[in-house]
């Protein structure tokens, strides 16, 4: 793979087999434009050159919460699920019947309670598949955050924190809610229900915990339910 045009200082990492997707590292911030794309088959020599339109790649957002509604608000958009979040104090969820965030998607991006918790939090899952304060994780970052409140309830796969989370990187996580549900859940855990690592994934785990009554009828476990 050779790059060109607005993208010769970078590197190709992949070209997606039967697809567009070229996947590219060290990127800045700033502007790319008239880049080129030229893969070489080594055993025909052939080869082939695609253009890629124009893109900006921007830092990330870094938004400030200190209200349940802010924090409600998440599951607005999936555009925001990329975001970096910080917590500027104890958020109280009394009388708020959570929706559970990144529902539509999973949360990528990167959340820091900054030493804060979210109390009073209760969330009924209906009978939906993933239930928690986030339905899913993928290669995200959770720190320094206390859960607590009454009930995650009445999902399949759940978790005070999230309902499956793949790649993800926890720091001082803990919680303290009940976690139960009244239909064959498949993954109850305190914290997570079900977690998944690819195997190439370097991810860590560090001073987590979970507190609370946690009830199902299979794969059921304090911290997680199963892998």
């Known amino acids: 793979l050779v790059l060109g045009g607005g993208c010769s200082n970078l590197d190709a990492l992949s070209v997606g087999v039967g697809t567009s997707t070229v996947s590219m590292a060290r990127l800045t911030d700033g502007t790319y434009a008239s880049c080129t794309v030229t893969a070489t088959d080594p055993d025909t020599a052939l ?59 999973p949360f990528i991006g990167d959340f820091d309670g900054d030493g804060h918790e979210i109390s009073n939090l209760a969330i009924d899952g209906y009978g939906e598949f993933l239930v928690g304060l986030f339905e899913s994780i993928k290669d995200g970052t959770i720190s320094n955050l206390h859960i607590s409140g ?70 059921v476990g304090g911290l997680i339910g199963g892998l």
Not at 49 to 66: D, G, K
Not at 166 to 188: E, K, M, P, R, W
């Open 150 to 219: 009454t009930t995650v309830e009445d999902g399949y796969y759940m978790g005070s924190l999230a309902g499956s989370a793949q790649n993800v990187t926890l720091t001082n996580v803990t919680s303290d809610i009940d976690v139960s549900t009244i239909f064959t859940g498949q993954y109850i855990g305190g914290l997570i229900g079900r977690v998944a690592f690819d195997q190439s994934a370097t991810k860590t785990w560090t001073n987590v915990g979970a507190e609370g009554s946690h009830m199902g009828r299979r794969n």
């Open 47 to 105: 080869s082939t050159t695609i253009m890629i339109p124009s893109f900006t790649v921007a830092p990330p957002v870094t938004r400030h919460l200190s209200s349940c509604a802010q924090l409600q608000a998440l599951s607005a958009t999936s555009s925001y699920y990329a975001d970096t979040y910080v917590l500027d104090g104890d958020i109280d969820c009394t009388g708020v019947s959570f929706v559970p965030l990144a529902w539509s998607e």
